[in-house]
T-cell receptor, first 112, second 113 residues
Framework: DAGVTQSPTHLIKTRGQHVTLRCSPI?????VSWYQQVLGQGPQFIFQ???????GRGNFPDRFSARQFPNYSSELNVNALLLGDSALYLC???????????FGPGTRLTVT | KQEVTQIPAALSVPEGENLVLNCSFT??????LQWFRQDPGKGLTSLLL?????REQTSGRLNASLDKSSGRSTLYIAASQPGDSATYLC????????????FGKGTHLIIQP
């Protein structure tokens, strides 16, 4: 079975632009979570979705938004990009949200 | 606010040694604890999940223990191999899931051939 997939792999954007990152969970998983990982740090929680509803939100500004589609895939949107948004963005899927989390390969975002 | 600390931050040992990585958390009201491995620039690979009611989990050469009351977990790696070189992260989650996983900064492990 395919694992969690994310697209694109790498992305370079300019300050002030908008970006959309995509994630497809493992088949049968109904929960998707998003994390931001800057170099040398552990991942920081951004959002969790379960059955297309937002279940949790981390301490990130309103420039960050997400949604989950009927097929359980998800998008993370970031508006008005800042240099500090440069990071590896990770998506995780799980059956119910509280159980074992499986991570995708990540999207490396560079903001110049 | 939950805080997770991992010690040591970095570790370099010769191949074949047994080693222990440590993880501590400040709020003992966790639902589960998960250990991950991360290779440079890559995503996270789940190694072991321990429910809050469990004391330990084993997978191959890996054994993870959990002492919830003292806020500690250890990851034991037996007979280390160069392929074990990676960053190891532990993460905890509370019931409800609204806070997601809270991660430590990781232990960067190098196994010398």
């Amino acid at each position: 079975d395919a694992g969690v997939t994310q697209s694109p792999t790498h992305l370079i954007k300019t300050r002030g632009q908008h970006v959309t990152l995509r994630c497809s969970p493992i088949s049968g998983h109904k929960s998707v979570s998003w994390y931001q990982q800057v170099l040398g740090q552990g991942p920081q929680f951004i959002f969790q979705y379960y059955e297309k509803e937002e279940r949790g939100r981390g301490n990130f500004p309103d420039r960050f938004s997400a949604r989950q589609f009927p097929n359980y895939s998800s998008e993370l949107n970031v508006n008005a990009l800042l240099l500090g948004d440069s990071a590896l963005y990770l998506c995780a899927s799980s059956l119910l949200g509280l159980d074992e989390q499986y991570f995708g390969p990540g999207t490396r975002l560079t903001v110049t | 606010k939950q805080e997770v600390t991992q010690i040591p931050a970095a570790l370099s040992v010769p191949e074949g040694e047994n080693l222990v990585l440590n993880c501590s958390f400040t709020d003992s009201a966790i639902y589960n604890l998960q250990w991950f491995r991360q290779d440079p620039g890559k995503g996270l690979t789940s190694l072991l999940l321990i429910q809050s009611s469990q004391r330990e989990q084993t997978s191959g050469r890996l054994n993870a223990s959990l002492d919830k009351s003292s806020g500690r977990s250890t990851l034991y790696i037996a007979a280390s191999q160069p392929g074990d070189s990676a960053t190891y992260l532990c993460a905890v989650t509370k019931g409800g899931g609204a806070d997601g996983l809270t991660f430590g900064k990781g232990t960067h492990l190098i196994i010398q051939p």
